[in-house]
C-alpha cells in the first residue's frame, strides 16, 4: 500500500515549484497559484484513500487511448491524417467520455437497486440518459430534411 501512495505523493511533490531566493539571500515563497492549490487539495486527498481506491486511481492515471487508434479514427472519418498533438487532444477527450459513461452506468445500476460490475444493458441506458440529458452533443433522433426524389 505504500509504495503506491509513495510514487503518487512523489508525482505530485515533483510538480510542486521550488521556493526563489531573493537579492538579500533571503528565501522567498511564491504566492500559491490555483494549480499548486489543486496539487496540494489532491496530494490530501490520495493520503486519504484506501488500498483499493489507490490501485484503482493509479489504473486511471495509467489509462490512455492508443495514438495510433485515435489517427486511424480521425483519418476514417475526416481522411486528413491528424497531428500527434491532435491525437493526445482527443485521447484525452475520449478518457473524460468514457469516464462520464461508467460513471452514469453505475448510478444506473444503483438506480436499479443491482451490485457487481457493470453490464451491457447500464451502459447503454447511461448513454440513453445522458443523451437526453444533452451532456453528449449527439442527438438520438436526426430528421433527415432533404426529401428524396
Known amino acids: 500500500m505504500s509504495s503506491v501512495k509513495d510514487r503518487l505523493k512523489a508525482e505530485l511533490a515533483s510538480n ?49 487511448f492508443p495514438q495510433s487508434m ?18 493526445i487532444a482527443l485521447s484525452g477527450i475520449a478518457k473524460v467520455l468514457v469516464g462520464q459513461i461508467v460513471e452514469e452506468s453505475l448510478d444506473v445500476q444503483e ?12 451502459i447503454r441506458d447511461a448513454v440513453r440518459r445522458l443523451r437526453n440529458q444533452g451532456q453528449l452533443g449527439i442527438s438520438h433522433h436526426r430528421k433527415n430534411k432533404l426529401k428524396r426524389l
Open 70 to 87: 485515435m489517427r486511424k479514427t480521425v483519418h476514417g472519418m475526416t481522411g486528413v491524417m491528424p497531428s500527434s498533438n491532435c491525437c
Open 111 to 122: 438506480s436499479l437497486k443491482e451490485s457487481g460490475p457493470i453490464h451491457p444493458k447500464h
Open 16 to 64: 510542486e515549484p521550488e521556493a526563489s531566493t531573493s537579492a538579500s539571500g533571503t528565501k522567498e515563497i511564491p504566492a500559491p497559484e490555483p494549480d499548486t492549490e489543486d496539487k496540494a487539495k489532491l496530494q490530501i486527498l490520495v493520503s486519504a484513500l484506501s488500498e483499493e481506491q489507490l490501485d484503482r486511481y493509479e489504473a486511471f492515471r495509467r489509462s490512455k
